[in-house]
Nanobody, 118 residues
Framework: QVQLVESGGGLVQPGGSLKLSCAAS????????MGWYRQAPGKQRELVAH???????NYADSVKGRFTISRNNAKNTVYLQMNSLKPEDTAVYYC????????????WGQGTQVTVSS
């Protein structure tokens, strides 16, 4: 059974930092690209950051220079370090696993709430 379990969300003041983790089980982690997405109330889910199986990264313009995605294949975990948080970063954050092969399943975690407020 495949599971992606996010953790690390919470309430933080503007300008603060949080580090999200997504622990994967039931998949061969190194054979998946990993992404962090977020969905704010009333908005569509959007890509925040992505890391390929070989470690290449890309970011949404809104988080460039503030967020860093990384992965530890030995721990089957992907991380999102979020610095200089803004109220507009408030959302539910989800991780997603995409297989490196064309034919394969994609998996989502259950999400973790991040709230940036004073």
């Amino acid at each position: 059974q495949v599971q992606l379990v996010e953790s690390g969300g919470g309430l933080v003041q503007p300008g603060g930092s949080l580090k999200l983790s997504c622990a994967a089980s039931g998949i061969i982690f190194r054979l998946f690209h990993m992404g962090w997405y977020r969905q704010a109330p009333g908005k569509q889910r959007e890509l925040v950051a992505h890391i390929t199986s070989d470690g290449s990264t890309n970011y949404a313009d809104s988080v460039k220079g503030r967020f860093t995605i990384s992965r530890n294949n030995a721990k089957n975990t992907v991380y999102l370090q979020m610095n200089s948080l803004k109220p507009e970063d408030t959302a539910v954050y989800y991780c997603k696993a995409d297989p490196i092969v064309t034919i394969g399943y994609h998996y989502w975690g259950q999400g973790t709430q991040v709230t940036v407020s004073s």
